[in-house]
């Protein structure tokens, strides 16, 4: 795969509590120069993004980066995003109903939010780092049946990113109708190249336009 489709399936993030508008700035002017797939940043810049680059595909995140905000909060937040010139909702589950078992909480919280970003993008992050293989399985059945766009490994804040083994299980566990994306964890090109070979449609990354810069690749 060669680096512009790589680049293509890129949600150019940049989601640190420092960032300041000159940052934000530099990614979407990135963004559009290099052609990725959106930028994913705070909600509280999506509307000042918009304005500037009213072109560009804006990706936000909502109940991040610990998922345990109310359903009405996250509903209220997917809506704001969207009125602002978000096209793209990645939204963080709550973990806690997760380690309750309470797969009817997990499931209702993902239709909410289903219903609130209608004919929009819905990633939903599970954030796999502090689940159990069972529970990551039964996560790819639930975000199918509500009909998510996509199932994503990480916020990048927990204690570990996107690895091979869980884009292999996602793979065998979602429906046809979900796609996948792998964020946190890409330090190196070649960790670009693996997730993007592996069939991942997204990846959430930083890094990515840096790093095939560095290896020559752009």
């Given at each position: 795969m060669d680096a512009k489709e790589i680049i293509g399936k890129v949600d150019h993030t940049l989601l640190k509590a420092v960032s300041d508008w000159e940052?934000?700035?530099?990614?979407?002017?990135?963004?559009?120069?290099?052609?990725?797939?959106?930028?994913?940043?705070?909600?509280?810049?999506?509307?000042r993004a918009h304005d500037a680059f009213p072109e560009l595909n804006i990706c936000t995140v909502i109940g991040f980066p610990l998922g345990y905000n109310t359903v009405p909060v996250k509903v209220f937040e997917a809506g704001n995003a969207i009125a602002n010139g978000a096209e793209e909702i990645d939204m963080v589950i709550n973990i806690g109903n997760v380690k309750n078992g309470d797969w009817d909480a997990v499931a209702s919280e993902i239709q909410a939010l289903r219903r609130a970003t209608a004919g929009h993008v819905l990633k939903v992050i599970i954030e796999t780092c502090y689940l159990t293989e069972e529970e990551k399985i039964k996560l790819c059945e639930i975000v199918t049946e509500e009909e998510a766009d996509f199932i994503k490994t990480s916020t990048g804040f927990g204690t570990g990113g996107a690895t091979v083994e869980d884009i292999k299980l996602f793979k065998e566990?979602?429906?046809?109708?979900?796609?996948?994306?792998?964020?946190?964890?890409?330090k190196t090109v070649e960790d670009v190249e693996t997730f993007a070979e592996l069939g991942?449609?997204?990846?959430?990354?930083?890094?990515a336009i840096r790093l095939l810069k560095e290896a020559g690749k752009i």
């Amino acid at each position: 795969m060669d680096a512009k489709e790589i680049i293509g399936k890129v949600d150019h993030t940049l989601l640190k509590a420092v960032s300041d508008w000159e940052s934000i700035k530099k990614i979407c002017e990135d963004a559009v120069e290099y052609k990725t797939a959106s930028v994913c940043i705070p909600p509280s810049y999506v509307k000042r993004a918009h304005d500037a680059f009213p072109e560009l595909n804006i990706c936000t995140v909502i109940g991040f980066p610990l998922g345990y905000n109310t359903v009405p909060v996250k509903v209220f937040e997917a809506g704001n995003a969207i009125a602002n010139g978000a096209e793209e909702i990645d939204m963080v589950i709550n973990i806690g109903n997760v380690k309750n078992g309470d797969w009817d909480a997990v499931a209702s919280e993902i239709q909410a939010l289903r219903r609130a970003t209608a004919g929009h993008v819905l990633k939903v992050i599970i954030e796999t780092c502090y689940l159990t293989e069972e529970e990551k399985i039964k996560l790819c059945e639930i975000v199918t049946e509500e009909e998510a766009d996509f199932i994503k490994t990480s916020t990048g804040f927990g204690t570990g990113g996107a690895t091979v083994e869980d884009i292999k299980l996602f793979k065998e566990h979602v429906g046809p109708n979900v796609k996948i994306k792998a964020a946190g964890g890409m330090k190196t090109v070649e960790d670009v190249e693996t997730f993007a070979e592996l069939g991942c449609d997204r990846l959430g990354t930083s890094s990515a336009i840096r790093l095939l810069k560095e290896a020559g690749k752009i």
